[in-house]
């Protein structure tokens, strides 16, 4: 088991670029989450998808826009990057029972907007 | 909307001793409530969770404690060694399964040899 991938690790865009960050999972979970972590600081919910088929915004949703492919994978993208957006993007995947609730992260891309 | 705090930002202790890192949560509903830890260029990694219908729960050094009434909740670290030096993050989630996963803003542990 892989558990939770995230492509690509790094990556560099200029202001007023685009780009999808592509994030998958094989552990057949339910609900998955894409946060934001900047340098000192806590994770920020930007969007969420509790079940395959839906999708909810979090905390820092403005500027982002989501889909959620099939059940394995949650992809995030950037419409227009910012100098903002520059970031510690972090995917997670739960089974999103009552009982089980533990979020698995990947390993996270850094991304600069310049 | 829901908001979970933490304190302290930074914390250092001898070796040894005990360090407790405490959270409050906004959101009444919360049920459920985990701990991360995230070591420095790694990715969180869950190391206690606690929900509604306990008080305390202790996993060999660590236990977390929740005070529902109040809307805290504690992470405690007894004997603490050079290897818990990490970032801890508290983080709170609503009352169905498929609400959102909030976190604090983090507690970054030094353990003084």
């Known amino acids: 088991n892989a558990g939770v991938t995230q492509t690509p690790k790094f990556q560099v865009l200029k202001t007023g670029q685009s780009m999808t960050l592509q994030c998958a999972q094989d552990?057949?979970?339910?609900?998955m989450y894409w946060y934001r972590q900047d340098p000192g600081m806590g994770l920020r919910l930007i969007y969420y998808s509790a079940s395959e088929g839906t999708t909810d915004k979090g905390e820092v949703p403005n500027g982002y826009n989501v889909s959620r492919l099939n059940k394995r994978e949650f992809s995030l993208r950037l419409e227009s990057a910012a100098p903002s957006q520059t970031s510690v993007y972090f995917c997670?995947?739960?089974?999103?029972?009552?009982?089980?609730?533990?979020?698995?992260f990947g390993p996270g891309t850094r991304l600069t907007v310049t | 909307g829901e908001n979970v705090e933490q304190h302290p930002s930074t914390l250092s202790v001898q070796e040894g001793d005990s360090a407790v890192i405490k959270c409050t949560y906004s959101?009444?509903?919360?049920?459920?409530f985990p701990w991360y830890k995230q070591e420095l260029g790694k990715r969180p990694q869950l190391i206690i969770d606690i929900r509604s219908n306990v008080g305390e729960k202790k996993d060999q050094r660590i236990a977390v404690t929740l005070n529902k009434t109040a809307k805290h909740f504690s992470l405690h670290i007894t004997e603490t060694q050079p290897e818990d030096s990490a970032v801890y993050f508290c983080?709170?989630?609503?009352?169905?399964?498929?609400?959102?996963?909030?976190f604090g803003s983090g507690t970054r542990l030094s353990i003084r040899p």
């Open positions: 983080a709170a989630r609503g009352y169905s399964s498929a609400s959102k996963i909030i």
């Open positions: 959101d009444s509903a919360s049920n459920y």
């Open positions: 552990m057949n979970h339910n609900s």
């Open positions: 997670a995947s739960s089974e999103g029972t009552q009982s089980r609730s533990e979020q698995y």
